[in-house]
Nanobody, 127 residues
Framework: VQVVESGGGLVQVGGSLRLACVISGLDWDYWHIGWFRRAPGGDREEVAY????????QYADSVKGRFTASRDKTTETTYLQMDRLKPEDTAVYYCAVGLHPIRADSTWYSLAEYDYWGRGTQVTVSS
């Protein structure tokens, strides 16, 4: 299974980027896609989530209203549209796929709910 992110880069404050995530090598359906990020010297933190069955989304408070997760069913590509970027959005962004529904006693941002991870794409927001 391969999870590949793309679309990262250098952008000025207030600018936009769109990240893409493509999954290959899976012989069965998956349940959800999560976006996470790790800033320099920081821990991995949640960014966004999209449930494949109905495109339900969830967002971290820090990105709510600025980031939008979406999915193109025809190309099986998941996107993270990032608008009004801030310097604190600078991080490596990771896409992850979950093969099972989120457990009732868990959350969409629990790392344990994801089975495969990409290697990440760097996003740098300059001030």
């Amino acid at each position: 299974v391969q999870v590949v992110e793309s679309g990262g880069g250098l952008v000025q404050v207030g600018g936009s980027l769109r990240l893409a995530c493509v999954i290959s090598g899976l012989d069965w359906d998956y349940w959800h896609i999560g976006w996470f990020r790790r800033a320099p010297g920081g821990d991995r933190e949640e960014v966004a989530y999209i449930r494949i069955s109905d495109d339900t989304t969830q967002y971290a408070d820090s990105v709510k209203g600025r980031f939008t997760a979406s999915r193109d069913k025809t190309t099986e590509t998941t996107y993270l549209q990032m608008d009004r970027l801030k310097p604190e959005d600078t991080a490596v962004y990771y896409c992850a796929v979950g093969l099972h529904p989120i457990r009732a006693d868990s959350t969409w941002y629990s790392l344990a709910e994801y089975d495969y991870w990409g290697r990440g794409t760097q996003v740098t927001v300059s001030s």
